[in-house]
């Protein structure tokens, strides 16, 4: 599994033909306490850097783009009990959505944890 | 609430700016100045508000003295409250409107004796400024104290914390601290440190605001927050204490194309300022309250968990009916909550409605505001 980040901030790990998308650590500190979180439902077509989900913290709310094109296959039920899970494990029990890639190649470009990092540091 | 500044300025610091920081205050952008928007957390900072005592720093908004011969009979000419039989130390809740009746800005007025200090919204504090310098008569003296902090200290326990710093009543036979009501204002000394201090705030919380020299601001600060009951705060919070408190905010929920009636505040108008006129916008407002306003600011409870944010539109079936000016999720109450303006036939407590967020119609209803009950102190309580 190769677990790659974007500059929108979000991270997304492929398991061959599948993604699991969520938000990074950075974005859930930016956004603050997370109230909501609107994902898309199975069988949703995505294609890169189109609208995927809406978080919404206390105070606004905040688009989630598609990092690669694909199928949405399942997203994650415990965000709607337990939005703040994007808050305690944004890379791990907060992820959003699950998807099959429809276009491996667009994963070519996208960052890995320490160039992510790195990146983070400058901002 | 978030806007920044739409002009060329560059962004000004505040006294306790260094402060701020230094406490973890992530610093915005906000009414031409460097704010807090958050330390720990909005959620868990309004909830402390709300058990404890948060302090606020809210020295963006204006600070004004109005004095001289017939300064009343000069305020009542611009603004909708009764003047004239606002006593020494007592506050009102005045609206300063334009001719056709919109508010120009929402301000609290207080009788200090020789002089009435006015505290104006720090976005528009400039705008105000200049249109009482060109309405008063020359011989009224505004004089604008930039030198000077506002701190809020609001929560159950505010008063109680503040009284531990020993403050004294700086002039003999004035109240003490415990036994102002809502709405009282009265000058103490913090040792040598003169305070003005008003039994009021923007949280539906007892509490108080403290005007104090900006030499003086940052040692008030350190001594409150050295009180274990005592957090400091920022803009999100009181944001969303404001909102669960059904208290308009200027620029979203009140502005220029509102009159008082529509707007719910009719309280700002007494009777005989009603019956008299004589302020910009009276026959408006005279109008609005004779034939119903053409619409009305209502709060809103809306089912599940998604919060709808101002601007979203307010539908009954498949007609427009308002737009939400302020919404969010309430931290005390766990749900999302929304104030906007809706025609009239629309605005009864328990009246259903939707709200369209990005093509999805959630289920409101129309509810009382406040959301949250106000604990101020009131007289004999």
Same mark, same amino acid.
């Given at each position: 599994m190769t677990r790659y980040y974007t500059i929108e901030h979000e991270w997304i790990e492929v398991d061959g033909t599948t993604a699991t998308v969520g938000i990074t650590d950075h974005a859930q500190h930016q956004l603050g306490d997370i109230v909501f979180v609107e994902v898309p439902a199975a069988g949703t077509t995505l294609t890169k850097g189109g609208q995927a989900a809406v978080v919404e913290s206390v105070k606004a709310a905040s688009d989630v783009y598609a990092p690669v094109s694909g199928v949405v *296959?399942? *997203?994650? !039920?415990a965000l709607e009990a337990d939005p703040a899970l994007v808050n305690s494990a944004p890379e791990g029990d907060g992820w959003f959505f699950k998807l099959t890639l429809?276009? !491996?190649?667009?994963?070519?470009?996208l960052m890995d944890k320490a160039a992510y990092d790195a990146w983070v540091k400058t901002l | 609430m978030y806007d920044t500044q739409d002009d060329k300025t560059e962004t000004q610091f505040l006294p306790l700016d260094g402060w701020h920081r230094a406490h973890g205050g992530r610093m915005v952008e906000f009414a031409g100045y460097w704010m807090p928007i958050q330390y720990e957390g909005i959620i868990a900072e309004h909830l402390w508000v709300r058990e404890n005592a948060g302090l606020f720093d809210v020295s963006h908004m204006g600070q004004l003295q109005i004095s001289g011969e017939g300064a009343a009979e000069a305020l009542e000419a611009l603004l909708t $409250? +009764?003047?004239?039989?606002?006593? &020494? #130390?007592k506050i009102r809740y005045a609206l300063m409107l334009n001719e056709a009746g919109g508010a120009l800005d929402d301000l609290m007025v207080t009788n200090r004796g020789i002089y009435y200090y006015l505290v104006v919204n720090g976005a528009t504090k400039w705008d105000d400024i200049a249109h009482l310098r060109q309405h008063l008569p020359d011989h009224i003296t505004l004089n604008h104290l930039e030198d000077r902090a506002l701190l809020a200290l609001q929560g159950p326990k505010a008063v109680a914390a503040l009284a531990q710093l020993g403050l004294v009543p700086a002039k003999p036979g004035g109240p003490e601290l415990g036994d102002m009501n809502f709405m009282e204002a009265a000058p103490f000394k913090w040792g040598k440190v003169p305070l003005g201090i008003s039994?009021? #705030?923007? $949280? #539906?919380e007892d509490g108080v605001e403290i005007s104090v020299r900006g030499e003086d601001v940052v040692a008030l600060a350190d001594a409150l927050c050295a009180l274990p009951e005592v957090k400091p705060i920022g803009l999100g919070a009181r944001d969303s204490l404001r909102l669960e408190a059904g208290l308009p905010l200027y620029g &979203? +929920?009140? +502005? =220029?194309? /509102?009159d008082p009636i529509q707007a719910g505040l009719?309280? =700002? /108008?007494p009777k005989r300022r009603r019956a008299e006129g004589g302020f910009p916008g009276a026959a408006r407002v005279q109008a609005s309250i004779a034939n119903g306003p053409p619409s009305k600011r209502v709060g809103l409870m809306i089912e599940g968990r998604m919060p709808a944010r101002e601007g979203a539109l307010i539908f009954d079936g498949d007609t427009q009916v308002g737009k939400l000016t302020s919404g969010g999720f309430s931290p005390s109450l766990q749900a999302p909550i929304a104030m906007g303006y809706v025609a009239p036939e629309h605005a009864a407590p328990g009246t259903p409605l939707e709200i369209d967020v990005r093509g999805r119609r959630l289920p409101a209803s129309v509810v009382g505001l406040p959301f949250v009950p106000h604990r101020y102190k009131r007289k004999g309580v």
């Amino acid at each position: 599994m190769t677990r790659y980040y974007t500059i929108e901030h979000e991270w997304i790990e492929v398991d061959g033909t599948t993604a699991t998308v969520g938000i990074t650590d950075h974005a859930q500190h930016q956004l603050g306490d997370i109230v909501f979180v609107e994902v898309p439902a199975a069988g949703t077509t995505l294609t890169k850097g189109g609208q995927a989900a809406v978080v919404e913290s206390v105070k606004a709310a905040s688009d989630v783009y598609a990092p690669v094109s694909g199928v949405v *296959s399942e *997203s994650n !039920a415990a965000l709607e009990a337990d939005p703040a899970l994007v808050n305690s494990a944004p890379e791990g029990d907060g992820w959003f959505f699950k998807l099959t890639l429809t276009n !491996a190649a667009e994963l070519e470009g996208l960052m890995d944890k320490a160039a992510y990092d790195a990146w983070v540091k400058t901002l | 609430m978030y806007d920044t500044q739409d002009d060329k300025t560059e962004t000004q610091f505040l006294p306790l700016d260094g402060w701020h920081r230094a406490h973890g205050g992530r610093m915005v952008e906000f009414a031409g100045y460097w704010m807090p928007i958050q330390y720990e957390g909005i959620i868990a900072e309004h909830l402390w508000v709300r058990e404890n005592a948060g302090l606020f720093d809210v020295s963006h908004m204006g600070q004004l003295q109005i004095s001289g011969e017939g300064a009343a009979e000069a305020l009542e000419a611009l603004l909708t $409250t +009764d003047i004239k039989t606002l006593e &020494h #130390g007592k506050i009102r809740y005045a609206l300063m409107l334009n001719e056709a009746g919109g508010a120009l800005d929402d301000l609290m007025v207080t009788n200090r004796g020789i002089y009435y200090y006015l505290v104006v919204n720090g976005a528009t504090k400039w705008d105000d400024i200049a249109h009482l310098r060109q309405h008063l008569p020359d011989h009224i003296t505004l004089n604008h104290l930039e030198d000077r902090a506002l701190l809020a200290l609001q929560g159950p326990k505010a008063v109680a914390a503040l009284a531990q710093l020993g403050l004294v009543p700086a002039k003999p036979g004035g109240p003490e601290l415990g036994d102002m009501n809502f709405m009282e204002a009265a000058p103490f000394k913090w040792g040598k440190v003169p305070l003005g201090i008003s039994r009021s #705030g923007y $949280t #539906g919380e007892d509490g108080v605001e403290i005007s104090v020299r900006g030499e003086d601001v940052v040692a008030l600060a350190d001594a409150l927050c050295a009180l274990p009951e005592v957090k400091p705060i920022g803009l999100g919070a009181r944001d969303s204490l404001r909102l669960e408190a059904g208290l308009p905010l200027y620029g &979203h +929920d009140l +502005d =220029a194309g /509102v009159d008082p009636i529509q707007a719910g505040l009719g309280f =700002a /108008v007494p009777k005989r300022r009603r019956a008299e006129g004589g302020f910009p916008g009276a026959a408006r407002v005279q109008a609005s309250i004779a034939n119903g306003p053409p619409s009305k600011r209502v709060g809103l409870m809306i089912e599940g968990r998604m919060p709808a944010r101002e601007g979203a539109l307010i539908f009954d079936g498949d007609t427009q009916v308002g737009k939400l000016t302020s919404g969010g999720f309430s931290p005390s109450l766990q749900a999302p909550i929304a104030m906007g303006y809706v025609a009239p036939e629309h605005a009864a407590p328990g009246t259903p409605l939707e709200i369209d967020v990005r093509g999805r119609r959630l289920p409101a209803s129309v509810v009382g505001l406040p959301f949250v009950p106000h604990r101020y102190k009131r007289k004999g309580v």
